[in-house]
């Protein structure tokens, strides 16, 4: 089968020739159909998330057909389509999965980070771990829901029930949860890096009360705000922006440092925190969710093989939604 493989941090992948691999008990083999680009891969590829399997097929946002599946697995069946998120195995056993935790599992292992993804022709996967899709999405439309939806949404409920929103980067997350946000009859004020005239109008077209730059004050205080950006700075200024005992939640795996500043701007019951993974939970709550909003995806497909060109693409900020992979 053909993949795309990182043999080494900061360099680019490699297209490379592997054999398809073979299920054990427990996992399901699937014929990759597409896989979404997230910003994670960036960091995985740029050497800033530092323990990655290597060598290494990337991808966590997987949409597939079950080809073949393991003999103690029973909750899914040959030809059925299923998606594949980052959460790819949980021990069961600690204390943090016994509680309900499973994103915090001590001995978690994650899709196209310990576990290769979703850049290659196939892939097998923990049957635990799938989703079941609905059909009211096509692949390309699905595959961006698996985890800029599924961990966007574990995000939005941090938020409580938060009438004025805040997002902070409003990329491939952003883009499906505003529509979640205008179902439930929220306001959201999207924040874009200083000039983005084109995410501003994005944002604006799929209902955004406001939109401007991520150094401007909004034009009211806010109740909450999620910062979907990797970017430290972003945590003072989601903070002068929220007010009274106003939620801010820091979404990504990783983020730049964040800088010094005074408590006054976190005093009155201000909260700061962030998200940590997924759980099924947050999968089967948000995948039911989709079709009822429906949450439309925008999607820039590219070949298989030009996954170096939607990373760069993506690093550029010249995305807007989110880069898929198509594997054909």
């Known amino acids: 089968m053909r993949a795309m493989i990182l043999q080494t941090p900061r360099q680019p992948l490699s297209l490379a020739e592997l054999p398809v691999p073979k ?9 990759v159909h597409a896989c979404a680009v997230c910003r994670t891969d960036l960091h995985i590829v740029d050497g800033e998330l530092t323990h990655p399997k290597l060598p290494l097929v990337l991808g966590h946002q997987i949409v597939g057909t079950i080809e073949e599946i393991g003999n103690h697995v029973d909750k899914f ?28 599992c ?19 996967a923990d049957s635990r771990f799938c989703f079941p899709l609905d059909p009211s999405f096509p692949d390309l439309q699905a595959a961006p829901l698996l985890c800029g939806g599924l961990i966007g949404y574990r995000a939005y409920r941090m938020t ?31 924040f874009t890096r200083s000039g983005d005239i084109e995410g501003q109008e994005f944002a604006r077209q799929l ?27 972003l945590v003072p200024a989601a903070l002068r922006a929220v007010a009274k005992g106003g939620v801010v939640v820091c979404a990504g795996i990783h983020m730049s440092d964040i800088p010094t500043f005074p408590y006054e701007i976190l005093w009155q019951e201000r909260v700061l925190r962030s998200v940590a993974n997924l759980t099924r939970t947050d999968g089967e709550e948000f995948l039911a969710l989709a079709p009822k909003v429906p949450i439309r995806t925008e999607v820039n497909p590219f070949p298989l093989t030009q996954a170096n060109e939607a990373l760069d693409a993506l690093r550029s ?12």
């Open 160 to 190: 409580g029930e938060a009438e004025k929103l805040g997002f902070y980067g409003f990329g491939s997350a952003a883009h499906m949860l505003i529509q979640l946000a205008n179902y439930q009859g929220r306001e959201v004020f999207a």
């Open 106 to 124: 001590d001995y978690a292992e994650f899709t196209g980070y310990n576990l290769d993804g979703g850049y290659a022709e196939y892939t097998v």
């Open 23 to 31: 299920p054990n008990s427990r996992q399901v083999l699937i014929r």
């Open 207 to 233: 209902g955004a009360t406001w939109a401007g730059n991520s150094d401007e004050l909004p034009p009211e205080p806010l109740d909450a705000a999620i910062i979907f950006a990797p970017v430290g700075k």
């Open 317 to 328: 900020g010249k995305i807007t939604g989110t880069a898929v992979l198509v594997v054909e």
């Open 77 to 104: 069946s040959v030809g059925q389509r299923v998606g594949v998120p980052w959460l790819g195995y949980t021990c069961d056993r600690c204390r943090y999965c016994l509680s309900g935790r499973e994103n915090l």
